[in-house]
């Protein structure tokens, strides 16, 4: 990038103003070699169409979440000639939306309607927290809605009897096990996949083409996995729930059945030496159906005797 000006020219606060960036930050980058230094024009510093085009490109790599060691690097290769173009591509590619869905506007009337007609303005602050809903700028009576589909849900939960304060509680806890899996999933493709485009330099135009094109190859394979394993974890965890759940029918009938008994603390004690105290219940039980037992055969005997007596001819 040459220093000299070309076409409009700019002093450091116009620079600022056309840039959104403060005049403390121009001279910060250039103090880190981010940007070039202005031309000289009498006691005047000025700057040119490049210096703005060059606050904009730093400004569009900060949003992405990049660092500006990072993006001085970047621009360090683009100035050798080695290219910016394949890895803003790459940028650009992986900060796109990563799902089908597109925003959607609802006002807070069409809101509160589809949450039973009563205002909640607690849920709302709570929703715009979560991202949920974003505010229009300029509208206090619209929102932005990011994910239709996960607003669809809320309706759905709600009307089914679940309170908001518990749907965006369960929200926060599900966003963290979700980014772990996300995170996970990331750190599985980084090693075996991108790797190799991510050496000790920034990669060349073909080279970021390339990852670009594994991006979008890949991109969908995170939620179809996640959507295979949650409807298996779903079948198994509600199947499972379901039995336990008509289990605890014939234990609860066997409760209501049983009663109360006094037994001596000796006798007690004595047991429980015997087979521990977390048996003492089963053995007493065991101890009195075989007395029972015992009793019965007894007396089916003493039956069998006495009948014979009876039959006996002197």
């Known amino acids: 990038m040459s220093d000299e000006p070309v076409g409009a020219v700019y002093r450091i606060e116009d620079l600022a103003h056309h840039s959104g960036a ?3 930050t121009i001279r910060a980058y250039q103090d880190r070699g981010l940007l070039p230094r202005p031309e000289r024009r009498g006691r005047a510093n000025v700057y040119a169409d490049a210096h703005l085009a060059r606050l904009r490109q730093i400004a569009d790599l900060l949003d992405r979440g990049y660092t500006l060691a990072s993006i001085k690097e970047l621009l360090e290769a683009w100035d050798t000639g080695r290219g910016l173009g394949g890895i803003l591509g790459l940028v650009a590619e992986v900060d796109g939306p990563w799902t089908d869905e597109r925003a ?3 006002s807070r009337a069409e809101l509160d309607e589809r949450f039973g007609g009563n205002p909640d303005d607690a849920a709302v602050a709570d929703a715009v927290e979560l991202g949920v809903l974003e505010r229009v700028p300029g509208s206090e009576d619209s929102f932005l809605v990011p994910s239709p589909q996960e607003l669809s849900v809320a309706v759905e939960l709600y009307a089914a009897g679940v309170p908001l304060s518990a749907i965006s509680g369960h929200l926060r806890e ?3 096990k979700v980014e772990h899996i996300a995170s996970c999933f990331l750190e599985f493709t980084t090693e075996h996949v991108f790797a190799r485009y991510l050496g000790g330099h920034p990669p060349t135009d073909a080279e970021a083409d390339e990852a670009a094109s594994l991006v979008r190859r890949l ?3 995170a939620q179809q996995t996640v959507d295979a394993e949650l ?3 779903m079948r198994l965890f509600a199947n499972r729930h379901l039995r ?4 605890r029918q014939h234990p609860r009938e066997q409760r209501a059945e049983t009663r109360s008994v006094e037994i001596s603390a000796v006798t007690t004690l004595a047991v429980e030496r015997l087979v521990g105290e977390e048996q ?9 159906e075989r007395e029972l037992q015992k009793r019965t055969l007894d007396r089916l005997t003493a039956n069998r005797h006495t009948g014979n007596l009876i039959d006996e001819k002197p």
């Not at 336990?244 to 289990?247: C, K």
């Open 22 to 24: 403060t005049v403390r």
């Open 104 to 106: 959607v506007r609802i």
């Open 174 to 176: 599900l966003r963290v």
């Open 219 to 221: 991109r969908p394979l």
């Open 231 to 233: 409807a298996r974890a």
């Open 244 to 247: 336990e759940h008509l289990d």
């Open 280 to 288: 003492i219940a089963a053995f007493v039980t065991a101890a009195a």
